[in-house]
């Protein structure tokens, strides 16, 4: 990966113009280097959680995690924050499960009357 960049600067992106990554990508392309970490780094206005944020959503992923796994009685330890973010990881997950399952569905459709034909 360093081998890709050739800039002083380790956290900064290098630029469009001495960026292999960018300069391999599709041009018409909206996001041109997805997991380059060194574009992240300078993100466009974009901000990452605070420590507060990535400590309250590990704890709704553990919640959830026990939930899940059958564990009685984790309830009586969420406080109205957690219990929002958790019913909005239910709802986010579930939306995204049946995006997929309809998706599948229809590459299925397709490849059967390809087969078919």
């Not at 060194?38 to 309250?56: C, P, R, V, W």
């Not at 026990?66 to 958790?86: C, F, H, M, Q």
């Not at 939306?95 to 590459?107: K, N, S």
Request: glycine letters at 4%; aromatic letters at 6%.
């Amino acid at each position: 990966m360093a081998r890709l960049y050739d800039a002083t600067d380790e956290a900064a992106c290098p630029g469009e113009q001495n960026c292999q990554t960018w300069q391999s990508s599709a041009p018409d392309s909206p996001v041109r280097c997805p997991g380059c970490p060194k574009h992240n780094a300078s993100s466009d206005g974009i901000e990452s959680e605070t420590f507060e944020e990535e400590q309250l959503l590990d704890r709704v992923e553990r919640l959830r995690r026990e939930r899940d796994s059958g564990r009685t009685n984790i309830y009586s330890t969420v406080t109205p924050e957690e219990w929002k973010a958790l019913q909005l990881f239910d709802e986010q997950h579930e939306a995204r499960h049946i995006a997929h399952d309809l998706r599948i569905a229809g590459l299925f459709e397709v490849m059967m009357s390809l087969l078919a034909r």
